[in-house]
Structure formats: C-alpha cells, structure tokens
C-alpha cells in the first residue's frame, strides 16, 4: 500500500535481536547467527555419535532364539534381583538362554552378574533359575565381577577365554552388549529378548542413550575391568563334560 511505512517497535533497535534471558543478547548477525546454527548441530551430531555406532556396528549380528546360530557358550548379563530372585526382566532373558540350550543352540550358559557383597549374590541366583529349568548345574558358569556390560565382555574374553558366543539381554540392551563384546575380541550375535513397551521398557531405552557414549569410550580405551583376577577354567571344563 502507498504511503505505508514501517514503525519502529519501542525499545528495539534495528538489526539487534533482543535480548536473552539474563541480560546476554543472541547472535545479532547473520554470521554470528550462522555459528550458532552450526555449534548446535555439531553437538547433537557429537550426542547421537555413540547411538549411531552401536547401530552401525552391529548390523546383522542380532537374532531371535529360533534363528540364533549354534555357538559353544550363551552369555546372560545380570539384570538385578528382587528378593533373592531374579526381576521379571533378568527371568527372560534366562528363560531364553535355558531355549537356547534345550534346542542345541548353546552347550554351556556362563551368567555374569554383581556379586560385590555378601547379600547380593546375582550368578547364583541366575544358576539355580536355570537348574529348575532342566539345565544341568555343570553346563552352567558363574562370573561373580560382570559389574557391567563392558566388565562381562571383557572378562568372558580374558579370563573365561570365550572366543565365540551367543549373547542374551533385553532388545533395548543388546546392541550395547554385541558391540562391547566385539570390540573385547568374542564373535558375538546377540538373542534381544521382547518386552513389553512399560516404564521399565522405557527406562531402559533412554538409560541406553546415556550409556552409549560410555560404551563408544570402553571400546575405544579398552580398560582393564573393576576387578579382573587370574584366568579361569570353568567354561573349559563345562564344554569337556559336555563331550
């Protein structure tokens, strides 16, 4: 329209953005403006880096329990104890390592768990689930320092010498534990067992964005585990009596 002009809004400056909460004034060039558009996304590429490498690197490597490949040894990792017994989540994925060994899939089941004070005691109490379900004691090993998942691997490779494995934990998890298990040196494909989308499914999703970065330093650093000790013989002498 003719004669239009624009009025100038009181107390704002041409070319200035406004200020920021706190006083601090926004980028008020297109420059500036640009960087701070670049900063941002440079961070959350940096945040999603972790996630997208557990993706990445462990690409075909994940099955179900009727199409898992034969391997010598399944790998169960602790999921914590309610009264002396295993959480729902830590009795599936048991319930699937005992499949696992009803079907041939698997000759011996090492579980690995916290066992850091004398009242909380994660493999045995993963041992005597899997006894009751018809897997015999002697096809089961217990590593009593997986404090964690990169602790686990580390140990299943170094101390238990696992060479090769079928790993066993929730969906949410187990591109987590395949990825850290191959970065420890063991040929991995990991059984994700399905749960329900509840709190806890959703608890555990996000805890993985938060651990992923932590996995990426592991697999990098490759540090020596909480407590590492001498080498055992246990998953040996399970598979020699298993013939």
Request: charged share 25%; aromatic share 6%.
């Amino acid at each position: 329209m003719r004669g239009w002009t624009r009025r100038p809004v009181p107390g704002k400056r041409e070319g200035r953005l406004p200020r920021a909460r706190g006083g601090r004034l926004l980028p008020g060039t297109r420059a500036g403006q640009r960087r701070l558009a670049q900063g941002v996304m440079l961070a959350c590429v940096l945040a999603l880096a972790p996630a997208t490498w557990l993706h990445t690197s462990t690409a075909g490597q994940l099955r179900t329990v009727a199409d898992a490949p034969a391997r010598d040894v399944a790998v169960v990792f602790g999921a914590g104890l309610w009264k002396g017994r295993p959480t729902p989540y830590l009795a599936h994925r048991l319930d699937a390592a005992a499949e696992l060994y009803r079907t041939g899939k698997v000759r011996v089941v090492l579980v690995t768990g916290d066992n850091s004070r004398p009242d909380y005691d994660e493999p045995d109490a993963m041992r005597a689930y899997l006894v009751e379900r018809g897997v015999p004691g002697e096809r089961i090993v217990s590593d009593y320092a997986g404090f964690d998942t990169w602790d686990s691997c580390a140990r299943a490779k170094r101390i238990f010498g696992v060479d090769r494995a079928v790993l066993v934990t929730q969906g949410f998890h187990i591109r987590r534990a395949v990825a850290l298990c191959r970065a420890a040196g063991i040929e991995s494909h990991g059984v994700g067992v399905a749960e329900p989308l509840d709190g806890v499914w959703y608890y555990g999703a996000v805890r993985e964005l938060a651990a992923a970065g932590k996995a990426a330093a592991d697999a990098v650093l490759r540090p020596d585990p909480v407590f590492l000790g001498r080498r055992e013989t246990g998953v040996t002498e399970a598979l020699a009596s298993a013939g």
